[in-house]
Structure formats: structure tokens, C-alpha cells
């Protein structure tokens, strides 16, 4: 979601006259944009604003975004005053009023800029510049001559940040966010704090998006959200309301449109809808990432996941008796407070009974102002860090036996670049799963051609083909 808010903001400034450059040193204006949802996220996000300290007498303006942004607000002043912007990403809609105030206030201080300002972009941050606005979306203070504006107070805004000037980076695979923020309030997890409250676009503007893209020549489309399958149409007309199953019909129907995901769905709101959806339109990807976070009842409780086991395995029923094989994947959580060894064994034999086709796993983090920060986090780092690495070594035998399985057949792979290296093609098939592939000289295809692909080899996490010519 970071890397599409990233092209949102990039695409919005573009438009209001910025120009992306490549470096630090290039810009006039460096957004840093951040994510906190793990980790001691804060404390590397400090680090690099200290990197860029020295860059200030230059004239260069620093803005921080996103959920760091949100989280420290103006503690960030605080510890690197040359910082001039903190905004969550709720705020992002109001970015150009905001841009504009910092401007004006340069103008005010005359601080020499250039007329075409360069924007710069770091790591998994964005752009910046231009209008301006009050509380509610940015306030601007002038104290000892340094201008701070800050957009930090929109979380209960029912409004998204839709921007018709995304800078997509890739011509072929785009995303379309549906739903922003989330109401579940998970006990370890900080996006309802960062990200505010859920809020929908409308089905009618995210199909006008998708239609777009196609006549664009985009011909792969990922939904997003926190969790897109919360999705609640807004639309004024009750008629016209679409369940989320139905938008994502809707959007593998617009013609050109080939391969549709979603990303990311919740347990809770996972309706058998979706798979019949799948099995009707043979444009949505056999793919579902359905985040878990423990087998055992007892833990998904201390989480306040609002699921039990049983109810999560139901769901994945629904998906196994679909028409096409859908490859299913997961998010674990090892060392969640309290969680025991007995617990541990049930996510273990989660793996095994499901057959996921990738496990992103992590070790709980304790995060600010979250419920389970006053659990005792009693599982030293060591013992999460065993569990971890149990848990990806049976994980990695159950990817080895499911990836053999494609050894022989066919797939369609829409092609993502050239190895050179290796002389190799990589492709991405349906189940998102990556398919590297050689073919003769001949052939040369084409980033974002759909290619069929003979599986001749399996690694744990990629497969091996020849193209079919
Ligand atoms: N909305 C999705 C859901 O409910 O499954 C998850 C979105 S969250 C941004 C991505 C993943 O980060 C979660 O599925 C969880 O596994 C992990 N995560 C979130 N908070 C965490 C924490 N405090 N410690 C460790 N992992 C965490
Ligand atoms: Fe975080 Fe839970 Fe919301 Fe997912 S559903 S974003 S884990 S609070």
C-alpha cells in the first residue's frame, strides 16, 4: 500500500508542477514516506532524517509521511527540526494545499527556489510541493523562523485520497486502492491508529479508474486495501451498490482487463461470494491471500481477530472446492503474548493442513498504542526468533512438495523482465507465482506479453520453464 501511495503523491505533485529526480542531492523537496506496522520502525526512520540534516543548508525542504508521520507527529519537529512537513496518510488529499503554504512561507522567508522545483524520492518515499490550508489538514506554525506544517488530524475523514494523476511505475500491472483505513483493531496492530477509519470509494469511480487504465494499455489490476474485502460501496444510489464479490466481477470484465488480484483480505469478511466470483469470471487471478496470524483459537482471541480456527478453515474449504485451484497464502504472527508452545504447534499443523503456496511470517512487535502493548511481552526475542525459523523451515518443505507439482504442465505467465545473467525471462503465473523461463533467441518476448510456459524444473519459491513456441 506504501508503494501506491508513494505513485499517488508522486502523480499528484507531477501534476501540480514538481518533477521527480532520482537523488537527495538533486531535489529541492524530499517527502520520506514511512511505514511503522513492525519492527522499531521509528527509531530507523530518525536515523535517516539525520542522514539528511546536513543537506538543510542547501535550502532543501523535508517532509515526513505516512505512519511513522502519523505516530511521532510533531515529536518529529522535536528531534529533527529541519523537518518542515509531517503528515499521515490520511492527510495525503490535502498534500498540495499544504505543499503551497510551505511555499509561500519560503517565498515570505526568501529563500531562493528554483521556478521548476525538483521533487526527490528515497527508498519507500514519495515527492512533494504546493496550496495552502488550515487545521484539519495542515497547520502552519512559524517559530524561530522555521515553518511547520502539519497534517495530522484527518483520521475521521470519510473521504479517500483519489488522484485521477497516479505515477504508476509499471506500463503493464497497476494498482487501484477501494479502501482505505481500517475499524478492526487487532490488538497488535497500529493502522487504525496511523491509517484512520474505514472509508470506501465508490464502485462506480474505481470501475471509471479501471476502464482508464485499460485505455491506458494496463492489462493487470491490483485491488487494495488494508482489507478490500471490508469494501462498502458509498454510492448514494442504493441501487448501484456493489458488494465487494461484484466489484471485483465488475473490474475483471472491463475489456483489455486479463488478470485481476486483491490484496488483502480479512478472514472475518471472507464470504463464499468471493470464490464463486473467481470461478465466474476467468479474469480474477487463482490467488488469495487470506492472512491468518495463528492457528490456535485461543491466541486469534488475545488478538481480537474475531475468528476461530474452525471458521478460518471453512473459509479455505470454500476455496479448495473451487473450480480452479487457488493458491492460497497467509501472514503468521510467532510469539504473540501468552502464546504457548502447545499454540505454536497448532500453527505448525495449520501450514500442513492448508498447503499454503508462500507464509510471510513475523515475529511479534510491540507497537504504540496498541492494546497488547500492556500484555506482557514475555517471550524473550530468542524464543520468537526458534519459532520463526521452525515455522519457515516446515513451510519451506511444504513449498518444495506444492511447487513440484507444477513440474511437466503448462501455465500462462505474463512476462516481467529479462535476467541477463541467467539468460532467463521472468514471468508471473496466475497463482503469483514466479516462473522463470528461457526461450529461443528467436522469440524475444515482450514485458507484459502473456506467454505459456512448460514447467521443467522447482525450486521452494520459484518454478523453471521453457517457453511453448
Ligand atoms: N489487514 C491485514 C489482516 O488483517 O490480515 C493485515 C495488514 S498488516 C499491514 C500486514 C501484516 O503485518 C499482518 O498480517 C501481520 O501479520 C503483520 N503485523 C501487523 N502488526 C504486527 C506486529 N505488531 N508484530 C508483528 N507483525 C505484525
Ligand atoms: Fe491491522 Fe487487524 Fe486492521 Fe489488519 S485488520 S490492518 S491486522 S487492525
Given at each position: 500500500?506504501?508503494?501506491?501511495?508513494?505513485?499517488?503523491?508522486?502523480?499528484?505533485?507531477?501534476?501540480?508542477?514538481?518533477?521527480?529526480?532520482?537523488?537527495?542531492?538533486?531535489?529541492?523537496?524530499?517527502?520520506?514516506?514511512?511505514?511503522?506496522?513492525?519492527d522499531k520502525a521509528e527509531q530507523k526512520v530518525f536515523n535517516r532524517l539525520s542522514d539528511y540534516k546536513k543537506y538543510k543548508k542547501q535550502g532543501k525542504t523535508f517532509g515526513v509521511l505516512g505512519c511513522v508521520a502519523q505516530q511521532e507527529g510533531e515529536k518529529i519537529f522535536e528531534r529533527a527540526p529541519y523537518v518542515s512537513l509531517v503528515a499521515g496518510s490520511a492527510s495525503y488529499r490535502n498534500l498540495p494545499q499544504m505543499l503551497r503554504q510551505l511555499e509561500e512561507a519560503a517565498v515570505a522567508r526568501e529563500i531562493p527556489r528554483p521556478a521548476d522545483e525538483d521533487a526527490g524520492l528515497r527508498d519507500d518515499a514519495s515527492v512533494g510541493m504546493s496550496p495552502g490550508n488550515t487545521r484539519g489538514s495542515g497547520l502552519a506554525t512559524r517559530d524561530s523562523g522555521l515553518v511547520r506544517i502539519t497534517g495530522l488530524d484527518d483520521r475521521e475523514t470519510d473521504k479517500c485520497f483519489e488522484t485521477e494523476f497516479t505515477a504508476r511505475s509499471n506500463p503493464h500491472r497497476g494498482y487501484i486502492t477501494i479502501i482505505e483505513g481500517c475499524d478492526k483493531f487487532c490488538a497488535y496492530c497500529v493502522v487504525p491508529y496511523t491509517r484512520g477509519k474505514e472509508r470506501s470509494r465508490t464502485s462506480e469511480s474505481v470501475l471509471a479508474e479501471a476502464r482508464q487504465m485499460a485505455d491506458l494499455g494496463y492489462t493487470e489490476i491490483q485491488l487494495l486495501g488494508q482489507n478490500v474485502n471490508s469494501y462498502k460501496d458509498p454510492a448514494g444510489n442504493s441501487?448501484?451498490?456493489?458488494?465487494?464479490?461484484?466489484?471485483?466481477?465488475?473490474?475483471?470484465?472491463?475489456?483489455?482487463?486479463?488478470?485481476?488480484?486483491?490484496?488483502?483480505?480479512?478472514?472475518?469478511?471472507?464470504?463464499?461470494?468471493?470464490?464463486?466470483?473467481?470461478?465466474?469470471?476467468?479474469?480474477?487471478c487463482d490467488h488469495v491471500h487470506l492472512p491468518v496470524q495463528s492457528g490456535s483459537t485461543r491466541v486469534l482471541d488475545a488478538m481480537q481477530r474475531l475468528y476461530t480456527r474452525e471458521q478460518y478453515l471453512e473459509r479455505i474449504a470454500w476455496m479448495k472446492a473451487a473450480k480452479r485451484e487457488i493458491s492460497i497464502t497467509t501472514d503468521v504472527i510467532v510469539g504473540f503474548p501468552g502464546e504457548t508452545e502447545s499454540d505454536f504447534a497448532q500453527t505448525l499443523d495449520l501450514l500442513d493442513e492448508v498447503g499454503y503456496d508462500a507464509v510471510f511470517a513475523f515475529k511479534y512487535s510491540p507497537r504504540p498504542n496498541t492494546p497488547s502493548l500492556k500484555l506482557d511481552d514475555a517471550i524473550p526475542d530468542t524464543e520468537k526468533a526458534r519459532r520463526l525459523e521452525v515455522l519457515m523451515a516446515r513451510q519451506r518443505e511444504i513449498q518444495i512438495e506444492r511447487y513440484k507439482k507444477y513440474v511437466g504442465t503448462q501455465c500462462e505467465v505474463m512476462v516481467e523482465g529479462r535476467n541477463e545473467a541467467r539468460s532467463q525471462w521472468i514471468g508471473r503465473t496466475t497463482h503469483n507465482k514466479t516462473l522463470n523461463f528461457t526461450a529461443p533467441q528467436t522469440a524475444n518476448p515482450k514485458p507484459g506479453a502473456y506467454v505459456r510456459v512448460t514447467v521443467t524444473n522447482s525450486f521452494p519459491n520459484s518454478l523453471l520453464g521453457e517457453l511453448v513456441v
Open positions: 500500500m506504501n508503494v501506491h501511495d508513494s505513485e499517488k503523491v508522486i502523480g499528484t505533485l507531477v501534476q501540480e508542477g514538481y518533477r521527480q529526480v532520482e537523488s537527495v542531492e538533486q531535489a529541492d523537496l524530499v517527502l520520506y514516506n514511512t511505514c511503522s506496522i513492525r441501487s448501484a451498490r456493489k458488494t465487494f464479490a461484484e466489484l471485483l466481477a465488475a473490474v475483471g470484465e472491463v475489456p483489455g482487463i486479463r488478470r485481476v488480484r486483491f490484496t488483502t483480505s480479512h478472514p472475518r469478511d471472507f464470504g463464499r461470494d468471493i470464490v464463486d466470483a473467481i470461478d465466474a469470471v476467468p479474469a480474477l
